[in-house]
Nanobody, 127 residues
Framework: VQLQASGGGLVQAGGSLRLSCAAS????????MGWFRQAPGKEREFVAA????????DYADSVKGRFTISRDNAKNTVYLQMNSLKPEDTAIYYC?????????????????????WGKGTLVTVSS
């Protein structure tokens, strides 16, 4: 599975961005997908996850109500709509999946072992 994230950039606090993650390789539509982020000097953390049929989603508490994860299986693409951005959202954002994401609940993906990481995209939120 190959993953490529895009859509990052510089935005002012309160603004919005939409990240995309294009997937290719194996039958990616069978995989649940997640977004993670890593801020400077911090460990990588979970942001959001979505099951393979988009029937269930889960979010980190810090982004609930502001971020929305979605997917278009016909395009093998997962999205992360980010609204009301804050300076603390500044990070490199990665899409990810793995064998344990197949059939997993969105909540379980928070801690699931990731087998495939996409190349990250940088989001910078200025105050």
């Amino acid at each position: 599975v190959q993953l490529q994230a895009s859509g990052g950039g510089l935005v002012q606090a309160g603004g919005s961005l939409r990240l995309s993650c294009a997937a290719s390789g194996r039958t990616v539509v069978t995989y649940g997908m997640g977004w993670f982020r890593q801020a400077p000097g911090k460990e990588r953390e979970f942001v959001a996850a979505i099951t393979r049929n988009a029937g269930s989603t889960d979010y980190a508490d810090s982004v609930k109500g502001r971020f929305t994860i979605s997917r278009d299986n016909a395009k093998n693409t997962v999205y992360l709509q980010m609204n009301s951005l804050k300076p603390e959202d500044t990070a490199i954002y990665y899409c990810a999946t793995g064998i344990r994401f197949i059939g997993a609940t969105a909540q379980a993906m928070q801690d699931a072992v990731v087998d495939y990481w996409g190349k990250g995209t940088l989001v910078t939120v200025s105050s």
